[in-house]
């Protein structure tokens, strides 16, 4: 298994870039958006793989991290979907918009995928809406200092938990946290009352 390839930028397609690395060139194909994110051509890039082996073709399918990798074999997981077709929900939706889409139980945002009827996206919830959660949306905005144990990260997280305890839904929860600024110098209290607020009005 290519956990990852780092190397130079050579190629860069509509759905697909070339790495160049220890002198082997990569066909890898990639979501839009990441596509719309990475440096020029003839730049370092490290890239997060899928390998894809069937009896006819070798194929791998590349990410710009690892949540994003870990949604696309999520999403492999679920009746139907195949790497071609999980790529192209990752490339109308962000990781993050999906997953609060699968908490909250959002069958009109997952169907905004090319290819993605109301049936599929049900069945995208139904089988994935345990394997998601709250928590994996925060992560991604939290702040270095927080990633590392930092007041922010952790006041961000008993707020959520304290939030979901009072019987709103994870993907609630999230989204308001989400919108609390200054954060990073506020307790777990302050960023609840704070959460509230977004609850309430």
């Known amino acids: 298994m290519i956990s990852y390839i780092k190397g130079m930028l ?6 697909r870039i070339v790495v160049e690395a220890g002198s082997i060139g990569y066909d890898i194909y990639v979501p839009l ?9 003839g730049e370092e890039v490290q890239v997060y793989t899928y390998l894809q082996v069937r009896e006819d073709a070798v194929t791998l399918y590349g990410f710009p991290g690892r949540q994003d990798l870990k949604m696309f074999r999520q999403l492999l997981g679920v009746t139907g ?8 929900i ?7 918009q999906l997953r609060v889409a699968i908490l909250s139980g959002d069958v ?6 090319p290819g993605v009827g109301a049936r599929t996206a049900q069945r995208i919830i139904l089988d994935l809406k345990d394997r998601v959660s709250a928590e994996e949306v925060l992560d991604s905005f939290r702040p270095a200092e927080a990633a590392a144990g930092g007041v922010d990260g ?7 938990d304290a939030l979901v ?7 609630e929860a999230a989204a308001a946290v989400r919108r609390v600024e200054g954060a990073e110098s506020m307790t777990a209290e302050e960023v609840l009352k704070a959460s509230l607020k977004y609850m309430l009005f």
């Open 10 to 15: 050579v190629e860069k397609e509509e759905d």
């Open 33 to 41: 958006s990441f596509l719309a994110s990475l440096p020029p051509v």
């Open 81 to 88: 979907i195949g790497p071609r077709g999980a790529l192209g």
């Open 90 to 96: 990752l490339s109308a939706l962000q990781p993050d």
């Open 108 to 113: 009109k945002t997952i169907t905004r995928a």
């Open 154 to 160: 952790q006041s961000r997280k008993e707020a959520a």
């Open 165 to 171: 305890a009072l019987g709103y839904s994870a993907s």
